[in-house]
């Protein structure tokens, strides 16, 4: 069987049926801990499953690996492009707070600190007048950061006119970019873990001219070739999951900046919304309570 671009949890449940004793504890103690892997050696992984370092040897050569060397590479990839199997933050024996709570917080402001850190006052504020000043944006995010493309679009169009959000469901991008112009601007969110259709999408609009703002993970920086602007977003969670704090935090700031640019307009805009909103009784208002 050829094992090449699997997995290592695929590589063991095809193998799984014909590993020895000795060999099959350290795969179940893979199967139930993969980002082990990144923080021992295979000795170590070894004694932590009760087996032996040559059934370790054996039972990587077995699911097609050169040598543990490629194992641990591998999980420190999965790791870097945000697989949760891999994302295990030091817990208990690694010296954490135990205080779930407290390391969260912690991780959100460190998150805080590295994105909006990075950010200058005039980049924030040109690619505010780009925004506001472009025919069209088109926003794009998928997977994880589909909600968040959603939000900026929302946001967005309390502000303007002229913002899709893209693809629509059960759509494909083609019949929205089909007529982009160079003036337009299309943000997108590419956060970990990325759809494949991604770079594809980016080389389309790149191929149109069009500015784009790429809003990303550090570990897709080398990957950026062709974006107007660049915003780099930390997403890391002190346990399986990504943070977007920082992320919801960079969009808030873009659409104030949008805002300020014109506060008039945008005031007139959003009591125009409200109006409406007041004729179509769509909103809950609150009880104004005794003598209201």
């Not at 014909?18 to 992984?45: C, I, K, M």
């Amino acid at each position: 069987m050829n094992d090449g671009g699997r997995s290592l949890q695929s590589r063991i449940q095809a193998h799984y049926a014909e590993l020895p004793r000795a060999e099959r504890r350290l795969a179940d103690f893979l199967l139930g801990q993969p980002h082990e892997v990144a923080s021992y050696t295979a000795t170590e992984l070894a004694q932590l499953a009760g087996t032996s370092k040559a059934a370790a040897t054996r039972l990587f050569r077995r699911l097609g690996y050169r040598d543990f060397n490629a194992v641990r590479e591998e999980a420190r990839t999965a790791r870097r492009w945000g697989s949760p199997l891999y994302l295990d933050r030091p817990r208990g024996r690694r010296g954490s707070t135990g205080d779930p709570v407290a390391r969260q917080l912690a991780q959100d402001q460190a998150n805080l600190r590295a994105t909006l850190g990075a950010l200058s006052p005039q980049l924030v504020d040109s690619i505010a007048m780009a925004i506001a000043g472009a025919p069209r944006v088109f926003v794009i995010g998928y997977r994880n950061s589909r909600f968040l493309a959603h939000y900026l679009q929302r946001q967005l169009l309390l502000l303007r006119d002229g913002v899709a959000l893209i693809p629509a469901a059960g759509q494909t991008v083609a019949e929205d970019l089909v007529h982009l112009e160079p003036e337009d601007v299309v943000i997108v969110i590419g956060l970990r873990r990325r759809a494949a259709v991604l770079p594809r999408v980016l080389e389309l609009v790149r191929a149109r001219g069009a500015r784009i703002l790429m809003l990303a993970d550090p570990g897709e920086v080398a990957h950026h070739g062709g974006a107007t602007w660049w915003l780099t977003c930390h997403v890391d969670g002190p346990a399986q999951f990504d943070s977007y704090a920082a992320v919801m935090s960079l969009l808030n700031l873009l659409c104030a900046a949008i805002f300020r640019l014109d506060p008039q307009r945008g005031y007139q805009r959003l009591q125009a919304i409200e109006a409406l909103h007041d004729e179509l009784v769509d909103l809950v208002t609150p009880d104004p309570g005794p003598g209201g």
